[in-house]
């Protein structure tokens, strides 16, 4: 099985649903280490009560120097053995160092239709283009963010009186369906 690493930065439902697939009997992947960038983020205790490794490297004491935080993350994942990376609400804009030592294995969940919407606030500002649907898209990161490839999409409708909370809600199911197929589709291709 491709050996996963899931990066969070706070819930981590996503990082739980990927947890759960792996360990499916046919499953191509299993989720081996949880990295947070904030040791307070909930994924943590979620992630070792399930009995997977977890490591928090916070990204404070290191200031402005981007890239010595994420060789200390680089070396954890290595350190793991890990194939691949699935960020799930990790956020933290990637350098392009660390994005080309993951170049074509790492990837990424966004809650929206990429390319529409990029960035935060997704669920408000589709709300606000008065859009009929939303959705989530499993991609693979690239230097730009939330530009890369996309692997796969899942579209929700926005309904009346939907607020972003309520929409984001929608969302996050799709993406707990998504996330996992996503991803073991990616891992089956890579062997
Ligand atoms: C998810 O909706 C994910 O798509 C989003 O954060 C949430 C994390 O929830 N990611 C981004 O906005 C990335 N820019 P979770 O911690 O419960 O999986």
């Not at 439902?13 to 989720?31: K, T």
């Amino acid at each position: 099985r491709v050996r996963v690493a899931v990066l969070i930065s706070g819930t981590g439902s996503n990082m739980a649903a990927l947890i759960e697939a792996g360990r499916a009997p046919d499953a191509p992947f299993e989720v081996v280490l949880v990295l947070s960038n904030k040791d307070e983020a909930g994924g943590l205790a979620i992630a070792s009560a399930a009995g997977v490794a977890t490591v928090a490297i916070d990204h404070r004491p290191f200031g402005k120097d981007r890239e010595a935080h994420e060789r200390a993350v680089d070396e954890a994942l290595r350190a793991s053995g890990v194939e691949v990376v699935a960020l799930a609400g990790y956020m933290r804009l990637l350098t392009p160092w660390l994005v080309g030592q993951w170049a074509g294995r790492m990837l990424n969940i966004h809650p929206s239709l990429l390319p529409k919407y990029p960035g935060l606030d997704t669920h408000a500002r589709a709300i606000e283009a008065r859009d009929a649907e939303a959705g989530c898209t499993v991609h693979l990161v690239t230097e730009g963010v939330d530009e890369g490839p996309a692997l796969a999409q899942a579209a929700v409708p926005i309904v009346a009186g939907d607020t972003p909370e309520s929409l984001a809600q929608r969302v996050l199911t799709a993406e707990h369906n998504l996330y996992p197929q996503a991803l073991a589709d990616f891992c089956r291709k890579l062997h």
